[in-house]
């Protein structure tokens, strides 16, 4: 603002310098227009020396003082910007844009007490602008003088009355020293002046809880509602002050509220927001079935509010409804597709039901909303992943890779997927390497012991790490069938066929049964301790729980293993 100022005061400047300049010394006003064009073209070195030649025949101008000072601090050199504009203010005090530039390079040099008396001064020059008093009581604030800028603000009350924003200045000092009885009053004043407006209860009541005194905010609030029954925001928290461990009665309660739809969308979903976090953590049943009547009703007296569909989604996905919840979060995204986290809920669960169609397309739809979003160029490489088009892939990846150098749990997840891709494209060293970087970031992660040790176990490759690596595995997830498989797996290739059944028994007791990969494996085993009839009726079952291997239906086909 103040460089708009002062450039357009240019001309006022310019005439200030001629009224300065004898008739003997003309010239000046020539050399100040040039050192005033070389400072616009931003010749620093050359428009100093033109108005340092005005000061050395007219040493008390005032105009040229404060146009060497911005120039000084056009090339960052405070202490000279200082030291002119100080001359600007000693040669013609009166000049207020002087004052307010001397101020300002005041707080670039760390000396707020100083910008604090300028603008004393400029009060005492204009007593009648308020917004000098803002801002002499900004820079006491600066300078740890918060009482003094109280003071401030009380004589400016005493010209203009009670002005909220003073009011609100006031309330903050005040909490901020520690002194809850005057902030209070402070909002009780503004009450007073203006009686009907229940935004300045609301400020009140809500401060009492911030200091919990919730009896004195449930006062407030009892007489919000007297002048407004249906002040939403005031039956919520009377019906949360009287909630106890009762959260299912209180939600429940909140059903009018829902209805009613006068109240914005914004009061509602403030409300429930937590209970919504806790759904996320517990997966309550209970809460989970209360919150989707209340989401629901939402949805439908807020149809065109995309918020009213995206809460709706997460209490659909954290009741394990993921079908409808995509219904949701789409339905949010043609209202509004500028909200990320939506697009990321989409991807995660096209993600987790394995859609990689779908995966690829809305996380290219997504990019191109948010262009710089790693975690969308992420998900569209584990699509690709998916679909087995691993270049495609390792294009994404390794944006991705790029995108996410400052969020090391993303930078992990990526590395995996890379190893993967490398795998099958049989780029061995580069897919170790990916999985040894993502080793550095998190080496007790169920997710990298698992892969690492397949992939490397599925070449024959360093045998003796992949049987390390599963058999960390089994340490950090015990007693699991995902892990005990990935041992029993080493142990069929390294031909230890015996140690490998004795891991996969455990794996199908602990829950392995259905779990189509490690039934294939269980038949492999079998198969090659001689048991062939066992060996087909599991490679069988596994065919029929959905596995997809490349050789299975072949295996099942001819009752024998088949190269692979």
Known sequence: MLKFISSSLILLFSLNVMAQITEDNVDLVAIFIDGNREKLLGNWDEAIAKFEEILAKDRNNAAVAYELARVYEAVKDLENAEKFAEKAVEWDGANEWYRIYLAAVFQKNNKDS????????LVNLQ?????????????????????????????????????????RHKHTLYLGMGNHKQAAYELERLIGKFPDKTSYRHLLAT??????????????????????????????????????NDVIGFLNSLKPIFEDPKTDIDTKIKEIIPYVNELAASGDRNLGITLLALT?????????????????AD??????????ALEQYKKTLKLDDTKWPVWEQLLYIYAEKKDYDNLIATSENALDVFPNHATAYYLNGAGYNGKKEYRD????????????????????????????????????????NAFEEALKINDKDPAILKDYSYYLARRGANLNKAQNLAARLNNVAPNHPISEDALGFVFYKMKNYTGAKEWLDKAIQHGGSENPIILEHYGDVLFQLGNTTDAIQYWQQALDKGGDSEFLEKKVKEGKMVEQ
């Open 315 to 324: 209490v659909l996905y954290y009741t394990g409804q993921q079908d409808r």
């Open 114 to 121: 100083q910008a604090a008396i300028q603008y004393s001064e």
């Open 207 to 244: 401060f009492y809880e911030q200091i919990d005194e919730k009896d004195k905010a449930k006062e407030v609030y009892h007489q919000i509602l007297k002048q407004d029954p249906n002040d939403a925001r005031a039956q919520i928290a009377i019906a949360e002050e009287a909630k106890g």
């Open 296 to 312: 629901s009703l939402l949805e439908t007296v807020h149809t065109n509010d995309a918020k009213s569909h995206s809460v709706l």
């Open 393 to 432: 892939a390792l294009n994404s990846l390794q944006q991705g890779l790029i995108m996410s150098s400052r969020n090391a749990r993303l930078r992990y997840d990526i590395l995996i997927e890379m190893g993967k891709s490398y795998y099958f494209l049989k780029q061995y060293p580069k897919s170790d």
């Open 127 to 167: 007593p009648n602008n308020e917004e000098f008093y803002i801002k002499w009581a900004y820079y006491l604030v600066r300078n740890s003088q918060p009482e003094e800028a109280i003071k401030v603000y009380d004589n400016l009350e005493k010209r203009t009355g009670i002005h909220e924003e003073v009011i």
